[in-house]
């Protein structure tokens, strides 16, 4: 994956997400990418989200180590979402 396209597979999966629609289509997203299919663009963004909430997740551990950290709400919405794979 290079950086262009990870930033408009970013960019493409935000605005769909902008518009409240129920399920991310990544066929749309592949076809702005064009050099991945609907399944690699669906893996690299779980791949991405799981990075950027085990990032969180070491961080909020660091400043509060005693406190166990309930889910994150949207991130548990977004992945049930994307879990639909459509």
């Given at each position: 994956w290079t950086t262009e396209e990870i930033c408009l597979l970013?960019?493409?999966v935000e605005q769909q997400l902008s518009l409240k629609?129920?399920?991310?289509?990544?066929?749309?997203v592949?076809?702005?990418i064009q050099t991945k299919t609907?399944?690699?663009c669906y893996d690299q963004y779980i791949h991405i989200r799981k990075?950027?909430?085990?990032?969180?997740?070491?961080?909020?551990t660091q400043e509060l180590p005693n406190i166990?950290?309930?889910n994150d709400d949207e991130t548990t919405k977004l992945?049930?979402?994307l879990f639909d794979f459509v």
């Amino acid at each position: 994956w290079t950086t262009e396209e990870i930033c408009l597979l970013m960019t493409q999966v935000e605005q769909q997400l902008s518009l409240k629609r129920s399920r991310i289509c990544w066929i749309a997203v592949s076809k702005l990418i064009q050099t991945k299919t609907p399944r690699q663009c669906y893996d690299q963004y779980i791949h991405i989200r799981k990075k950027q909430t085990s990032r969180k997740d070491y961080t909020q551990t660091q400043e509060l180590p005693n406190i166990q950290k309930k889910n994150d709400d949207e991130t548990t919405k977004l992945l049930n979402q994307l879990f639909d794979f459509v």
